[in-house]
């Protein structure tokens, strides 16, 4: 799990291109949107398209995208329940 | 005051003006099955598209070998049209403007070509034709207007600007006579990208339905003939309606996204009834903007609710015909606001049956024959929240 | 027409953010591509902001925010841009992506950005302006239809203030698309003194300039725009010769009036005839300045030369590295700029 954590911080990183953040600066447990990193819905969706070019998870309705994207510590509990 | 005295478009409803309106009055949708835009999507989605390919509607245009794309052929078809219907025959006898809308120009083919060049084996130089301003460039040469041409790109309010332009042109005494709309082709491009935002409709789309899932996408082009006083007079012009207000807002909330109570559409109304100096109730149908998606309908009832307060007046989304048209939608929603004057009818929002929750506005949903018509408010908003609301008037 | 340039800004491939030197260190770049001096956008733009952002949005928000700043506000009655080519960097990079991917797992904030109407959009996300927004996209007229909008706004609009910019980018693809399709200069063909070129092609330029204009004079007021005029397509030398006629009349103006001429030659031995044989027969006695040696050429170039025309009439001073010895006052500049030979305009700066 932490390591899936880890890797996951990078991921964001990365695809969000957050050019100013470090892996450590995000908290496992902080939301990702709103306050915390601050991302918006355009975020989501990248985080959508993420999830299924690396973990092979589809997401069908954005809706249920809320529950899983509240904090990197919820994605990573997705992809390992979801993951075959 | 801006007349129109010519009007013409073409969609996946019909490729002329009487073609269209007898689809309105039968409630016949053109979203289908797509059958020409190559994506591998096409047999999971459906689309508005104009029922015909390149070389028909190049045939259609009376053509040969023109190298025109699809974005050009749409609008040379419906500038034809519109240029007819008000009986211009030489475009150089005013102060004669051409303003079109697009929001991929040529896209439909510099996408097929594209491959070819990162491959660094181009076959053929398209770069001068994919500029979204060049099919207006071919089209005002064809037709032989050269005093004035520009085009607009304001995302899906693109030809409510074009429209609301060519008014501005003649009320400041720059121009006599503009043509006036916009043209989009499906392409590949804009079909993945709306894929991506994930507010594309697999099946109808349901404008202000509760359960709506996103929209369709279509394609084609309108473009309408606006006049001044002088030259109706001079000409003694059949009026086919008046332009009788407009504005334009920007609602500075999201890159994509509506703000909850529609700020830029109510800003954008707010103007429009301004400009044409009468008070809302004088609204008698308000052709929406109505895309399908959660975000845009829930916003645009919460703007029509404010500006309306307990009078709303009967309200629908055509798109449920047409699929969105983008940079065209509101050249050809200007027409159909127009036909519903010219016909006293209101054309129904198709597929939509659950109100929705946030609101008590609901559309009209079957066909309103004899009902008088006098004012159309016409609402158009887009990307970079770009809000474009029109007024269109019996004479 | 009167309208009052209070602001400018303006990113190139000359250093034109640095106002006080004006010039001073400009040099003509003979390559055939002639990218912008980029600041750091991070002095401009909220670090959370910039992240998504191409090229053109930086560049175009930046210019706008300068212009601003010059003129004192913090927000306008109206924004209206101008752009040729829109936003081609996050157009190509979606394109490419659907190409590559077969379709397939694409990701919406290319699209998102690619519309010409991104960069209007994002400066009145950024300083929460509600009012008038528009996008104009026609070639080598873009940036002159934004400003014939602003003068028509100002007329309709009294005491009102309108932000107008003109903005493309050359990104590599682009570029590599213009070198295919055979628009781009050879490098043993490229030479200093463009109007003095005997071969085919252009250098590749880009940038944003935006300008502040009121029909209000105050005291940032740098110059004021007589006149604007667009035509599409100009049939041989005798009608642009006509047309300028008829522009300079309605202005009340004759060619003795003009002080400095800045015409668009691109350095295209077919594309400049015409203007060739304007600047000889009727201002050969007018001092001529070329602005596409210091910009490159690109749809919205004739906006740097609005830029360029409005500082030398502020500071009364033509740019050593341009012209040497000019003590004259330079009261009425012209802009004669055409795109491929068939898109022309004027516009006309005069000193207030």
Redesign the interface.
């Known amino acids: 799990m932490e390591n899936l954590i880890e890797n996951l911080k990078k991921q964001i990183i990365e695809q969000l291109n957050l050019a100013e953040v470090k892996p450590y600066d995000i908290d496992a447990s902080a939301p990702l949107f709103g306050e915390g990193l601050g991302l918006d819905s355009i975020d989501a969706l990248e985080l959508i398209v993420l999830l299924e070019k690396n973990y092979g998870l589809k997401i069908q309705e954005p809706k249920d995208a809320k529950n899983i994207f509240q904090s990197v510590k919820t994605l990573a509990e997705y992809i390992s329940s979801h993951k075959k | 005051m801006v007349f129109v005295t010519g009007i013409g478009t073409i969609s996946a409803i019909g490729k002329n003006v009487s073609e269209t309106l007898s689809s309105l009055l039968e409630s016949r949708t053109g979203i289908g099955k797509i059958n020409h835009l190559q ?3 096409k047999d999971n989605y459906v689309a508005g598209e104009v029922n015909y390919s390149l070389q028909e509607l190049e045939n259609l245009a009376g053509l040969k070998n023109s190298n025109y794309n699809r974005t050009t052929l749409l609008s040379l078809l419906a500038t034809q049209e519109a240029l007819t219907s008000a009986g211009i025959k030489d475009a150089s006898t005013y102060r004669t403007g051409f303003i079109s809308a697009s ?1 991929v120009g040529g896209m439909s083919h ?2 097929l070509l ?2 070819d ?2 491959e660094h084996n ?1 076959h053929e ?1 398209f ?2 034709t994919h ?4 099919h ?2 071919d089209v ?2 064809h037709f032989g ?11 899906c309010s693109s030809a409510a ?1 074009a429209i609301m ?1 060519g008014a ?2 003649i009320n ?1 005494n ?1 121009l006599d006579r503009v043509i006036v709309g916009g043209a989009d082709a499906l392409c ?2 804009t079909f ?2 709306f ?4 507010i594309l409709d697999k099946e109808w789309c349901k404008p202000f339905d509760n359960n709506r899932k996103g929209l369709n996408l279509g394609e084609g082009a309108a473009y309408l003939v606006l006049e001044s006083e002088r030259v109706v007079k001079a000409e003694n012009k059949k009026i086919i309606a008046v332009l009788s207000g407009y504005g ?10 509506s703000s909850p109570d529609g ?2 559409a109510y ?1 954008a109304m707010q103007k429009a009834l301004e400009v044409a100096n009468f008070f809302s109730n004088k609204i008698d149908y308000i052709n929406a903007h109505g895309t399908g998606t959660a975000n845009n309908d829930s916003s645009e009832a919460a703007a029509i609710q404010n500006i309306f307060k307990k009078n709303i007046p009967p309200f629908s989304s055509t798109k449920s015909f047409t699929g969105h048209t983008l940079a065209a939608a509101a050249s050809i929603e200007a027409v159909i606001s127009i036909l519903s004057i010219q016909n006293n009818t209101i054309f129904p929002n198709l597929n939509c049956v659950t109100p929705m929750q946030d609101t008590t506005l609901f559309p009209v949903t079957s066909l309103q024959k004899n009902t008088e018509i006098n004012h159309v408010l016409s609402n158009s908003f ?5 809000c474009s609301s029109l007024i269109f008037s019996r004479n | 027409m009167v309208i009052y340039i209070n602001g400018t800004g303006c990113i190139s491939h000359q250093n034109t953010i640095d106002v006080d030197t004006f010039l001073g260190n400009s040099q003509i770049t003979c390559q055939p591509l002639l990218l912008a001096q980029e600041p750091d956008y991070k002095d401009y733009v909220p670090a959370n902001m910039l992240r998504r952002m191409s090229h053109i949005i930086k560049m175009g928000i930046v210019a706008a925010k300068i212009s601003l700043q010059q003129a004192e506000l913090e927000n306008v009655d109206a924004i209206i841009t101008g752009t040729g080519l829109g936003c081609f960097e996050d157009t190509d990079k979606f394109l490419k992506t659907i190409i590559e991917n077969n379709e397939q797992l694409l990701t919406p904030t290319s699209f998102i950005q690619s519309t010409h109407n991104t960069v209007a959009g994002q400066i009145a996300l950024l300083i929460k302006c509600h009012n008038y927004n528009f996008t104009y996209t026609q070639q080598g007229l873009s940036f002159e239809s934004a400003l014939i909008d602003a003068d028509m706004f100002l007329n309709e609009n009294k005491n009102s203030n309108v932000l107008v910019g003109g903005l493309d980018e050359a990104i590599q693809p682009y570029y590599d698309l213009l070198v295919k399709a055979g628009h781009i200069k050879k490098q043993e063909d490229i030479i200093t003194e463009i109007e003095k070129n005997k071969t085919k092609g252009f250098c590749l330029g880009e940038g944003a300039s935006f300008f502040v204009l009121s029909n209000q004079k105050n005291k940032t007021t740098k110059a004021q725009i007589k006149g604007v005029k667009t035509y599409a397509a100009i049939k041989g030398s005798d009608d642009l010769k006509n047309q300028l006629a008829i522009f300079l009349q309605e202005l009340n103006l004759s060619i003795n009036d003009i002080s400095l001429l800045l015409p668009g030659n691109s350095g295209d031995v077919e594309d400049d005839k015409i203007l060739n044989e304007n600047n000889k027969q009727l201002f050969s006695k007018t001092d001529i300045v070329y602005f596409k040696n210091l910009c490159g050429e690109f749809f919205t170039a004739s906006a740097f030369a609005l830029w360029l025309a409005s500082t030398i009439v502020e500071k009364q001073r033509i740019p050593k590295t341009l012209m040497h010895n000019n003590n004259k006052e330079l009261k009425n500049i012209l802009i004669i700029n055409q795109y491929r030979n068939t898109e022309y305009s004027f516009m006309c700066v005069s000193s207030c």
């Not at chain 2, 894929?195 to 994930?198: A, E, V």
């Not at chain 2, 887009?382 to 770009?386: L, M, Q």
């Open positions: 994506t591998i999507h929001s510099s996408e594209y491959k060049f990162l181009p130089n770069i001068d500029y979204t301003g060049a207006a460039t005002a040469k207007i050269t005093d004035y041409v520009t085009t607009i790109s304001t995302a600007n332009l501005r042109l400041n720059i590949k491009f993945n990208g894929n991506t935002l994930m334009n807002a920007n609602d500075a909330f999201h890159q994509t996204a700020q830029g800003a887009g990307f970079g929240g770009n």
